[in-house]
C-alpha cells in the first residue's frame, strides 16, 4: 500500500525533476570552463542586440574563435534594450578585469548623438579592436523609372517630397543612411520609419515604398531575383557580392559612404596587458580564411583597426553622423 | 503530378537517417523549449546557428524549423496544465485549457491540442507546396492600409463578440492599448511612458504581462482561497478525449487551421493574432458561448490548430521570397546565407533537395510530434498530482527564469511581479484580461500602419477606401457592425425594459 503511493508521487516529481535540471542548466550550459593565466575563467561578451541580427551573427563568430583561441570559454550574452544602450551600458559599469566584454556596433556612437546616454564611447570604454565594415546598398523598388543613382536624384527633383523611402526605426542605420543620401544630394523624399529594416523592405518589395537604403546581407536576394532595383553601393570600393554595381559615390555623388561597423570593447582601466593579448587573437581570427568567408555572407569587409586609430575612426563617426542628426532634427527625445 | 513527384523526392531526402535523427532532435528541444516559459524559439535558434556551420544546409534548416514548429506545440502543455503559458501563442489556450484541467479533463485537452496541431501542420505543408509562390505574392500586396484596415477588423470583430460586462471589457482594450504605447514611437523615436527606464524603451514584452497575469495571479489566488487548492489532486479524468470531444472539435480545428494559415502568410502579424482570432470566431460560433471561459474544448481545439497553421505558414514569405515575416524567420535566413545559399525564388529550382526536403521534413517532424506528444499526455497530467506546496513555487521558479532569460534583464522579473498584482486585482474586480492582451497586442500594430498610412498620403484619410485590398476590410468590418451589433442592441434594450 504504502509502495504504491511512494511510486505514484515518484513519476511527477521526476518529470518536475528533469523539467528543472533542462531548465537551469540551459543558461548555465554555455558557462562552463577551466583555469590558467588571462583568462583563468569564462569571459563574457555582452552582444548589445538581440540574437539573430547580423551583429549577433559577428559577435558569436567573434567569440566562437576567441575561445578558441583562448583556451577558456568566451560566453556570448546578448543584452539587448534601447538600441543597444542597455548592454553598452553594463559593460561600461562593470568591473575592469576583462571578464566583461562588449561586442557592439557603429550604435555606440550613434546613440549617444540622439539620445542622453549613460556612457561615452571613448571615454568609458577601451575600443580593443574595431573589427568590420557592412556598408549599404541603394536600391529602389523595380518599377521606379531610375537606373542609376543620377536617375534618381533627378527624378526626385522633379517631384520633391513624393518618393517615400523606407527606413528600419528613428536613427537606426537605415534611417541615417538614407538621410545622409537625401542631405548629400540636396533632394527632398519623404523617409517612413517601419519596425527594424525587414518590415521596411517588404514595403519596398511591394511597392508601398519606392527606396530603401538596406545592407547588402538583407536585400540581396531581393537584388538577385529583380525585386529589388540596386543603384549603388555604400562602400568605398565596390562589394565582391555585387561586382557591377557601382559604389553610390563613384555613380553621381562623390564621397557618400555609409556602413555599419563592429568593434570589441573592454571597460575603461583594463589592463593593457589583456587589451594587447585580446588584439593580438582578434589579428589572427579576422585574417583566417573561414572569418573572411562568413564576413562576406554576411555582406562585411573585414577591417582591423587596433586600439588609437579605432578611437580616431570612432570620433570621426561622431562628426559626420552628428551632422546628419542635427539637420535632419532626428532626435529621441 | 509534378507536385506529387516534388513531394515524392521531398521525402525521399527527408527520410535520410541523418535528416530523420536532425528533425527528431528539431521538434524535441523545440517541445521542450515550448514548456519552458520564456525561452523561446528564437534565442533557441540563435544559440544553435554556429553549430550548424559543420552540418549540411538541408539537415541544418530541417532541424532548425522542428525547432520553431515543435514550440508551438509543447507551449499549450504547460498553458492547460498551470495556466502558464510557455510561448506568446498559447497565451490564449490558458483560458479553456486550464479549466479543463480543473475539472479533471487535462488529458483531453492536451490531446486535442496536439491532434489540432497535427491537423494543422498537414494541411500547411500542403499548402506551402500548392501554393506558396503566388501567396507570397499576395503578401507583398499589403501595405500600410492595409495592415490597418485589417487590424480595425479584428478588433471591431473582437469587440462585437465580447461578452460580459460590455464597459469592463472597453475599460480592459484601452488599457491594452495604453500599455500598447509604452515604449519608444516608432515614427518619431520619442519615449513614451518610459518613466527613465532604459529596459522600457523597447516596450513590455507580451510574456512577461501573460505571464503575471495568468500564472503568478492564479497562484496567488489559489493561494487565498484553501479549498481550491485541493482542487488537482481529487479529480484526473480520462487522458483521451471522448467521441463527443472530438465532434466538438472537428470543426473549429478546420476554422482555426483556416485562420492561422492566413495571418501566417502575412509578414509581421504571427502566431498569436492568429490564435486571438480563432477564439473569438469559436465563441460566436458555438450554441452556448457562455461554456467559453469554463473549460469549451473548442476554445482549445481552434486557437492550437491556428498557432500551429501560422507557425508553419509563415515558412512561405520565407522560402518563397526570401523575406522575414518575423525574427526567428530572419534567422533561418541567416542560416541559409551562411551556407552561401540565396533564400528566393530560385532555391526552388536551384536547391530542390533544400525545398521539398525541408517540406516534406516538416510533415515528418509533425508526425513525430504527435506520437512524442500523445504517450507524454499522462505523463505531463501525473505533474498536477504534485502536492501545491510543490508545484506552485516549481511555477514561480520557472516563471522567472524564463521571464529573465529572454532579455536577461531583472527589470522583466519584477515588471511580471506587478503585473501578477494587477492580474488580482481585475479578478476581484471582475475584469477579463483576454480584451486587454488583445488591444495589447493589435493597438501598436494599428497606431504603427495608420499613421504610415497618413504619412504617404499626406493626412488624406481616403487611402483606405481606394485601395481595393483595404475598403473590402473596411466593408466587411462594417457588415460585421450591422450584422452582429443590430441584434445585441435590441436584445439589450429588450433586458432592460424585461
Redesign the interface.
Known amino acids: 500500500m504504502r509502495k504504491a503511493k511512494l511510486k505514484?508521487?515518484s513519476?511527477?516529481?521526476m518529470?518536475?525533476g528533469a523539467?528543472?535540471a533542462?531548465?537551469?542548466a540551459?543558461?548555465l550550459a554555455?558557462a562552463l570552463g577551466a583555469a590558467d593565466a588571462y583568462p583563468s575563467k569564462p569571459v563574457r561578451m555582452i552582444i548589445s542586440f538581440?540574437?539573430?541580427?547580423s551583429t549577433?551573427?559577428v559577435g558569436?563568430?567573434i567569440a566562437?574563435k576567441l575561445s578558441e583561441r583562448l583556451g577558456k570559454q568566451v560566453v556570448p550574452?546578448?543584452?539587448?534594450?534601447?538600441?543597444g544602450?542597455?548592454g553598452i551600458?553594463m559593460v561600461a559599469k562593470s568591473e575592469p578585469d576583462g571578464y566583461t566584454l562588449l561586442f557592439t556596433s557603429s550604435a555606440i556612437a550613434i546613440n549617444p548623438l540622439?539620445d542622453k546616454v549613460p556612457y561615452d564611447p571613448v571615454k568609458s570604454f577601451i575600443p580593443i579592436a574595431k573589427m568590420g565594415n557592412a556598408p549599404a546598398v541603394l536600391t529602389v523598388h523595380p518599377g521606379v523609372q531610375a537606373n542609376s543613382v543620377k536617375e534618381l536624384i533627378a527624378l526626385a527633383k522633379k517631384q520633391p517630397g513624393n518618393l517615400?523611402c523606407a527606413a528600419a526605426?528613428?536613427?537606426s542605420f537605415v534611417h541615417l543612411a538614407s538621410e545622409l543620401f537625401k542631405m548629400m544630394a540636396g533632394i527632398d523624399f519623404?523617409i517612413?520609419?517601419?519596425?527594424g529594416g525587414?518590415?521596411a523592405?517588404?514595403?519596398t518589395?511591394?511597392g508601398?515604398?519606392q527606396i530603401l537604403v538596406g545592407t547588402i546581407?538583407m536585400t540581396?536576394?531581393?537584388i538577385?531575383?529583380g525585386?529589388l532595383k540596386a543603384l549603388g553601393f555604400g562602400g568605398s570600393a565596390r562589394s565582391k557580392l555585387l561586382p557591377d554595381l557601382p559604389t553610390v559615390s563613384e555613380a553621381g555623388l562623390p564621397g557618400y559612404e555609409a556602413s555599419i561597423w563592429w568593434g570589441l570593447f573592454a571597460p575603461a582601466g583594463t589592463p593593457m596587458v589583456i587589451v594587447d593579448r585580446l588584439q593580438k587573437e582578434l589579428d589572427a581570427i579576422i585574417n583566417s580564411e573561414e572569418t573572411k568567408k562568413?564576413f562576406e555572407?554576411?555582406g562585411a569587409e573585414p577591417d582591423l583597426l587596433g586600439t588609437a586609430d579605432f578611437v580616431k575612426f570612432i570620433e570621426a563617426e561622431g562628426v559626420k553622423w552628428g551632422k546628419v542628426v542635427k539637420e535632419g532634427n532626428?532626435?529621441?527625445? | 503530378m509534378e507536385l506529387f513527384n516534388n513531394l515524392i523526392f521531398g521525402f525521399s531526402v527527408a527520410f535520410s537517417l541523418q535528416n530523420l535523427l536532425y528533425c527528431f532532435i528539431g521538434v524535441l528541444v523545440g517541445t521542450?523549449i515550448g514548456?519552458?516559459p520564456g525561452?523561446g524559439p528564437?534565442?533557441t535558434?540563435?544559440?544553435l546557428?554556429?553549430i550548424t556551420y559543420n552540418i549540411p544546409p538541408v539537415a541544418a534548416l530541417i532541424m532548425l524549423a522542428g525547432i520553431y514548429y515543435g514550440a508551438q506545440y509543447g507551449g499549450s502543455t504547460t498553458s492547460i496544465l498551470v495556466n502558464l503559458p510557455g510561448e506568446t501563442a498559447s497565451v490564449i489556450t490558458c483560458i479553456d485549457g486550464y479549466q479543463m484541467a480543473r475539472q479533471g479533463r487535462a488529458g483531453p485537452a492536451l490531446a486535442i491540442a496536439a491532434i489540432g496541431s497535427f491537423f494543422a501542420g498537414t494541411v500547411c505543408t500542403m499548402i506551402i507546396a500548392m501554393f506558396g509562390p503566388p501567396l507570397a505574392e499576395m503578401a507583398?500586396?499589403?501595405?500600410?492600409p492595409e495592415y490597418f484596415s485589417l487590424m480595425v477588423m479584428a478588433l471591431v470583430t473582437a469587440a462585437v463578440l465580447a461578452h460580459g460586462d460590455m464597459l469592463k471589457s472597453l475599460a480592459m482594450v484601452v488599457l491594452g492599448l495604453l500599455l500598447g504605447i509604452v515604449g519608444?514611437d516608432?515614427?518619431?523615436?520619442?519615449?513614451r511612458f518610459c518613466f527613465n527606464f532604459?529596459?522600457l524603451?523597447?516596450g513590455i514584452g507580451f510574456v512577461i504581462i501573460a505571464i503575471g497575469v495568468f500564472a503568478v495571479g492564479e497562484i496567488i489566488s489559489n493561494l487565498s482561497d484553501p479549498e481550491e487548492r485541493q482542487v488537482f489532486t481529487s479529480k484526473v479524468g480520462s487522458l483521451y478525449p471522448t467521441l463527443q470531444d472530438m465532434k466538438q472539435s472537428i470543426a473549429p480545428i478546420i476554422r482555426g487551421t483556416a485562420i492561422g494559415a492566413f495571418f501566417g502568410t502575412l509578414?509581421?502579424t504571427g502566431p498569436a493574432i492568429s490564435s486571438f482570432s480563432s477564439y473569438m470566431v469559436e465563441k460566436k460560433a458555438a450554441r452556448d458561448p457562455s461554456r467559453f471561459g469554463r473549460g469549451a474544448i473548442e476554445g482549445v481545439a481552434g486557437p492550437e490548430s491556428a498557432n500551429n497553421a501560422a507557425a508553419q505558414c509563415a515558412f512561405i514569405?520565407t522560402l518563397t521570397?526570401?523575406?522575414?515575416?518575423s525574427?526567428?524567420m530572419?534567422?533561418m535566413?541567416?542560416a541559409l546565407?551562411?551556407h552561401?545559399i540565396?533564400?528566393?525564388?530560385?532555391v526552388m529550382v536551384q536547391q530542390p533537395d533544400l525545398f521539398w526536403g525541408l517540406i516534406a521534413s516538416m510533415w515528418i517532424g509533425n508526425l513525430m510530434l504527435v506520437v512524442l506528444n500523445l504517450p507524454m499526455v499522462g505523463?505531463?497530467v501525473?505533474?498536477?498530482?504534485?502536492p501545491y506546496r510543490?508545484?506552485f513555487p516549481?511555477i514561480m521558479?520557472?516563471s522567472a527564469?524564463?521571464i529573465y532569460?529572454t532579455?536577461?534583464?531583472s527589470f522583466d522579473v519584477y515588471l511580471a511581479a506587478i503585473f501578477g498584482v494587477l492580474g488580482i486585482a481585475w479578478r476581484v474586480l471582475g475584469c477579463s484580461p483576454i480584451p486587454m492582451l488583445l488591444g495589447f497586442v493589435l493597438g501598436p500594430i494599428m497606431e504603427?500602419n495608420l499613421r504610415?498610412a497618413l504619412?504617404?498620403s499626406e493626412g488624406d484619410p481616403s487611402v483606405f477606401l481606394t485601395r481595393p485590398i483595404s475598403l473590402a476590410f473596411i466593408i466587411a468590418t462594417v457588415l460585421i457592425l450591422v450584422v452582429m451589433v443590430m441584434p445585441a442592441v435590441r436584445k439589450r434594450r429588450d433586458d432592460i425594459v424585461g
Open positions: 505514484r508521487k513519476l511527477p516529481m518529470v518536475l523539467l528543472l533542462v531548465a537551469v540551459f543558461p554555455t538581440a540574437p539573430g541580427g549577433d551573427i558569436r563568430l566562437t550574452e546578448n543584452r539587448s534594450g534601447g538600441g544602450t542597455l551600458e540622439l517615400v526605426g528613428v536613427g519623404k517612413v520609419q517601419f519596425k525587414g518590415p523592405m517588404i514595403d518589395m511591394g508601398h515604398s546581407t540581396l536576394p531581393q538577385k531575383t525585386k562568413i555572407v554576411q532626428i532626435r529621441k527625445e | 521542450l514548456v519552458l525561452i528564437m534565442a535558434i540563435a544559440m546557428l554556429p507583398l500586396k499589403f501595405g500600410s519608444s516608432v515614427d518619431s523615436g520619442i519615449k532604459f529596459e524603451t523597447d509578414p509581421g514569405p521570397l526570401g523575406i522575414p515575416g525574427g526567428t530572419a534567422l535566413l541567416g546565407m551562411i552561401g540565396t533564400p528566393g525564388p530560385m505523463v505531463w501525473s505533474v498536477l498530482k504534485l510543490m508545484l516549481a521558479v520557472f527564469i524564463g532569460s532579455n536577461n534583464v504603427e504610415r504619412q504617404v
